[in-house]
Structure formats: C-alpha cells, structure tokens
C-alpha cells in the first residue's frame, strides 16, 4: 500500500522533536514570560530551527499555551494516580498532600507559569488560566472533595467543613514555600536545603496523621507507610532556590 502517511520512525521522531520543543519553550516562558520569552532562544535550546517550530505551533501564544498544557497535565495526572490509588480515603488524602508538595520541590516551572497566569488573571488580561481551572484543576478539586468527604463518612477522617482539610493539607506547603525569604531570617538554618526540606515533608504528613484522622494510631500508621514508600525527588530543580528568593550555592 502507498500513500504519503509518515512511517512509524518518521512519527516517533516528531513526537520527539515536538516533545525537545515543549521543554525548552516550558524553561523559557517559566523563566521570562510570554513576553520576556525569545523564540531563538526555544529555538536553539531545542536544536530545531525556527521554521520547524512554527510548524509544529504556529505561533508564540499557541507554542505557549502548548507547553503550559504539558506541564499541567503532568499534574493532573499525578494527581489522578492518587486519587485511584487502592488505598482508604485517609491514606489518599495523606498521598495527596505529600504529592503536593513533591510537585513544588521538582516542578518549578510549572509554579512558575501558574504564578504568571493569576498576575495576568489578576489584570484583566486574557490568558490560559480560566482553560486550566476547567481542565485540570476544577476536576481535581471535584475528586479531592469526594475523597474527603468519603473518608468522613467512613469514619476514618474527623467530620470537619470538608473544605478545610484540602485547605490544611495544600495550603501549608504553599505557605512554606512562598514565606521561604522571611524563614530564612527567622530560622537558623536555610529552609530550602535539602535535610530541612526532607524534614518538613515529614513533619507535613506526620502532622495530618495525628490531625485529620478519628483513630491517631492508625493515622500514625498511615504517615510512616506512607513517607516509608514515597521517598523525596532525588533531583531537585536547582531554579527553585531562586525561584523563592535563595541562593543555590547555599544549598550544596
């Protein structure tokens, strides 16, 4: 049979041509803005020219859009993945919040854009962040209530405002992260580096363990095989320090 469909080799290297694009465009938008951003610089950093790149997206809002839908979906799969997990409501709840803050140690781009797009949303501007909340984020929203609600009527979680808890779970290490610079003047140590961050990922779903759950013992047990099987990113993105006003060097 003839025709003028590519052949599987020509397929898998334009997925892995498209999938060299995203990333470089991912650092770059998560770097400088959409406005800041330079198509060469995606460009070279991805070793295609620019002819190809515009192939594949167009132009620099859609190859924008692009690479802030890969990064978000990455999450709402890892999300995803949890929430389906064959473990009690609690326990998920316990992954969840741990994933959370895994996600924000390992994916500083992603925060990075989410940062840009509710400035933007902020201003009136039009951006990507309504198509987000619908696809990505409102769904996990949806999901991480039931599992919470779930986990109360089974009597496993405290029968609290079933919005608090994803709120304790997620906003704590938001929270953390964003006060990194005022921490760094209170504590005696650099809150970012890695023993003090290994540290607070423990304490984080310790302290859910004791707090959310009616039985604190089975709650207690829940946190350690929890921390005991998901154990911190062994390659943490170094743009991070800087990205909550640190010095990297002081990390090493």
Do not use: C
Not at 143 to 155: D, P
Not at 177 to 200: C, H, I, N, Q, T
């Amino acid at each position: 049979m003839t025709g003028t469909a590519p052949s599987r080799s020509q397929a898998e290297r334009a997925d892995i041509t498209r999938s060299r694009i995203l990333e470089a465009a991912l650092s770059e938008f998560s770097a400088h803005g959409l406005a800041g951003a330079r198509i060469d610089q995606i460009a070279s950093a991805a070793a295609v020219n620019k002819a190809l790149l515009y192939y594949y997206f167009e132009s620099k809002e859609k190859l924008y859009e692009a690479a802030l839908e890969m990064a978000a979906g990455k999450v709402r799969d890892s999300n995803m993945a949890v929430f389906l997990r064959e473990a009690s409501p609690g326990e998920r709840v316990l992954r969840t919040a741990l994933n959370h803050f895994d996600r924000i140690l390992s994916q500083r781009e992603f925060q990075s854009l989410m940062h840009q797009e509710m400035i933007r949303h902020h201003k009136g501007e039009s951006g990507a962040l309504p198509i987000l909340v619908k696809r990505v984020f409102g769904p996990i929203h949806v999901m991480f209530q039931a599992l919470v609600r779930e986990g109360i009527a089974s009597g496993e979680l405290i029968d609290v405002d079933s919005l608090q808890i994803p709120m304790a779970a997620l906003g704590a290490n938001v929270f953390y992260f964003l006060s990194a610079p005022v921490w760094r003047l209170v504590l005696p140590f650099e809150p970012l580096e890695a023993k003090a961050l290994a540290l607070r990922r423990k304490a984080l779903v310790e302290f859910l363990g004791q707090a959310l759950f009616i039985d604190r013992a089975l709650g207690a047990e829940l946190a350690a095989r929890v921390l005991a099987d998901t154990p911190m990113p062994d390659k943490l993105d170094p743009m991070m320090f800087k990205s909550f006003g640190g010095d990297n060097e002081r990390t090493k």
